[in-house]
């Protein structure tokens, strides 16, 4: 990488500007522990141990397991995951246990963040590892400087020497820029965040010295940062050594239609393999949403792969591509870490016909109209109480379920409307449900699928109160 000094190339200059983003912790990783689409019970004798399948990075000949350990959503104390309870304390022995397991059976990127798990996923991560020779895993964390305060030089170098310490380790494999182009004025804020506080070419410094063995980012959000950052690549001012992409089978054609200032994964990926950038690929099962995809869809899945999730299609298709390094999964549950680990010992890659099939089924899910929303819980908590995720999971199953009637002279409205009002009061409690929504916005900042959230929230509401009225009149 050549260190050119950024800050005489303002990055706004090259992208153009405005007023600096609010921040948001981005997940590396999606949530499947949801996914009741399994394809049964597995016991660990079930898993391989030397039939994983390998990537190759061409920067560094690093042999990459296909599988990726995402450590954003570790177990704590209880039973739970930290998403769910994230004033819960790690439980320590399970992420060892964990860890030992993936290790075992052929697992070697580990991915984590200081903002992972409310700023404990890197000491976690670093106990588990810590007990194991340095050579037989590839350590990832971020430079993860998301508020305005962190953004002096300073500040971003106590966060990456504190991100060695946590791990215990004198360097890391993979380190990104994390969150580029997010907001709603991304090439603005990568300037704060890297180029005119001189922290980019600090962080090449490092690299020189052997503190970080491949330096990339990961993208989120506005294609211009993506674009000018590949220019910089293009003319040797900065070389990414790889770049972390959203890569399933919805957002290959459809994540533009879904939300416009989403970027469809087909650019992103072919942009990368144009240029031989390894992709690290994140959201391959859409924080959990092609692990709940609808009864039809899973029908027909089911009849043309009886043996095989719903998860394993997804998991299959983002590890397909031949340009894919790793494809990171956040595993807070062994059996979720058993699937996978199966899925890629060895990966069978998706055909011509199966791909044929899913975009098939990308189609069909994106003609269902549902939110976005991958129950992240990024905009959580609302100032108002109220529980913007399990509204927009209760409104997106009535959608899959056929529970979403507008048509009063539709023969099946009454029985819609039922269960659609019905299961809304079960899922929601009445002073957390949509009508309690004052439009402040503060939600909508922390989405990383950019959803209009008072909007939707407001659309829902209206829906609902036509139920109730209509209702009333019987």
């Not at 409310?118 to 007990?131: M, N, W």
């Amino acid at each position: 990488m050549n260190s050119n000094n950024i800050s005489r190339r303002r990055f706004f200059k090259v992208a153009g500007g405005a007023a600096v983003a609010s921040s948001v912790v981005l997940a590396a990783c999606d949530n499947n522990k949801d996914n009741a689409n399994t394809a049964g019970a597995i016991s660990e004798a079930d898993v391989p141990k030397d039939k994983m399948t390998y990537r190759t990075n061409p920067n560094t000949g690093d042999r990459v397991s296909l599988l990726g350990y995402g450590m954003m959503r570790l177990p704590v104390e209880g039973g739970a995951s930290g998403r769910e309870n994230p004033d819960a304390a790690i439980d320590q022995e399970l992420v060892n246990k964990e860890i030992d397991f993936a290790l075992a059976h052929g697992v070697n990127y580990i991915d984590t963040s200081p903002a992972y798990c409310q700023g404990r996923s890197e000491k976690a991560t670093g106990i588990a590892l810590s007990r194991h020779p340095r050579d037989k895993y590839f350590i990832a964390t971020k430079l993860s400087n998301f508020a305005p305060e962190t953004w002096p030089l300073e500040e971003g170098q106590k966060m990456f020497l504190n991100s060695l310490k946590e791990l215990q380790v004198d360097y890391v494999d993979y380190l990104l820029l994390h969150g580029v182009g997010m907001g709603e004025n991304g090439p603005e804020e990568f300037d704060h965040r890297y180029a005119e506080n001189g922290l980019l070419d600090w962080l090449v410094e490092q690299k020189e010295a052997g503190k970080i063995r491949n330096l990339g980012f990961s993208y989120h959000g506005d294609v211009s940062v993506f674009d000018t950052l590949l220019q910089w690549h293009d003319e040797g001012d900065y070389h990414w050594d790889f770049v972390q992409i959203e890569l399933n089978y919805l957002d290959w054609k459809h994540a533009k239609e879904i939300n416009e200032r989403n970027t469809n994964a087909e650019y992103l990926y072919n942009e990368l393999k144009k240029r031989d950038i390894p992709a690290v690929i994140m959201e391959p099962l859409l924080g959990g949403r092609l692990a709940k995809v609808p009864d039809s869809i899973v029908a027909e899945m089911k009849q043309r792969d009886p043996n095989s999730s719903v998860a394993t299609w997804a998991f299959r298709y983002a590890g397909t591509p031949d340009g894919v390094l790793t494809v990171l999964s956040g595993m807070t549950y062994m059996d979720h870490l058993m699937e996978n680990i199966i899925t890629y010992s060895p990966l069978k890659p998706i055909s011509k016909e199966e791909d044929e099939f899913l975009m098939r089924i990308a189609d069909k899910m994106v003609a269902m109209n549902t939110i976005p929303c991958n129950d992240c819980k990024y905009c959580m908590p609302c100032p108002y109480g109220i529980d913007i995720p399990a509204i927009f999971v209760h409104y997106n199953k009535c959608i899959n379920d056929g529970n979403l009637i507008k048509e009063e002279s539709n023969s099946d409205y009454k029985r819609a409307r039922k269960a659609f009002l019905v299961g809304y009061d079960r899922s929601v409690p009445k002073l957390r449900q949509a009508n309690h929504c004052i439009a402040c916005g503060q939600c909508s900042s922390h989405c990383p699928q950019r959803i209009d959230i008072p909007k939707e929230l407001k659309r829902i509401d209206d829906f609902a109160e036509q139920l109730k009225l209509s209702d009333k009149k019987d």
